[in-house]
């Protein structure tokens, strides 16, 4: 079956403008994950969301960030007034549950680069 | 101190010699224990896992990974590697902390196998 997909795959703005990236988890799985990669670095969490409870926000850098999702389907992040220090690779993965052993499938990731 | 500790940043070795990548935990994390391998271009993909039971998990593509509770590690092994191998290899745990469900990563060992 497919993977987790993420749009655009790499997405180039100026600093200021707002960016909307896209994570399609995998049918049927209930959690959903947002990292961040920042070059060199390791991934850093950002925010959760396991069905329909309130999404685990912790990792969020600044309110700048912000992540939508509807059930258990699309899940969107945005990101507003986009600084330098946000360029990186943007990672989504899904699980069939947000329990600590499940495996978590990753997306192949957007690169946003802002100038 | 970190959550995860992978001690080596660049790994280059020659095909068909052995390689371990290193990795130690702290006590912030669960003991469920991960390596995953990002490709170029790629999303991460799970090579093994350690839940509980055989400290020796053998994982795809011929790497196995121990794990050690008295060093607080999770070395990752293949006993002769490949041009293929070439990637990042991400060590991960989740946080033991509260309902902490994401994972917390180390930053990455380049592993470069030279003909």
């Known amino acids: 079956g497919a993977g987790v997909s993420q749009s655009p795959s790499n997405k180039v703005t100026e600093k200021g403008k707002d960016v909307e990236l896209r994570c399609d988890p995998i049918?049927?799985?209930?959690?959903l994950y947002w990292y961040r990669q920042r070059l060199g670095q390791g991934l850093e969490f950002l925010i959760y969301?396991?069905?329909?409870?309130?999404?685990?926000k912790s990792g969020l850098p600044s309110d700048r960030f912000s992540a939508e999702r509807t059930g258990e389907s699309v899940s969107t992040l945005t990101i507003q007034r986009t600084q330098q220090e946000d360029s990186a690779v943007y990672l989504c993965?899904?699980?069939?549950?947000?329990?600590?052993?499940?495996?978590?499938?990753f997306g192949p990731g957007t690169r946003l680069t802002v100038l | 101190a970190q959550s995860v500790t992978q001690l080596d940043s660049q790994v280059p070795v020659f095909e068909e010699a052995p390689v371990e990548l290193r990795c130690n935990y702290s006590?912030?994390?669960?003991?469920?224990l991960f390596w995953y391998v990002q490709y170029p271009n790629q999303g991460l993909q799970l090579l093994l896992k350690?839940?509980?039971?055989?400290?020796l998990v053998k994982g795809i593509n011929g790497f196995e990974a121990e794990f050690n509770k008295s060093q607080t590690s999770f070395h990752l092994r293949k006993p002769s590697v490949h041009i293929s191998d070439t990637a990042e290899y991400f060590c991960?745990?989740?946080?033991?902390?509260?309902?902490?469900?994401?994972?917390?990563f180390g930053s990455g060992t380049q592993l470069t196998v030279l003909p």
């Open positions: 969301f396991q069905g329909n409870s309130a999404p685990d």
């Open positions: 006590s912030s994390v669960s003991v469920y």
């Open positions: 993965a899904s699980s069939r549950e947000a329990v600590s052993y499940n495996e978590q499938f």
């Open positions: 991960a745990a989740p946080l033991s902390s509260g309902s902490a469900r994401q994972l917390t």
């Open positions: 350690y839940l509980s039971g055989s400290t």
């Open positions: 049918s049927g799985h209930t959690a």
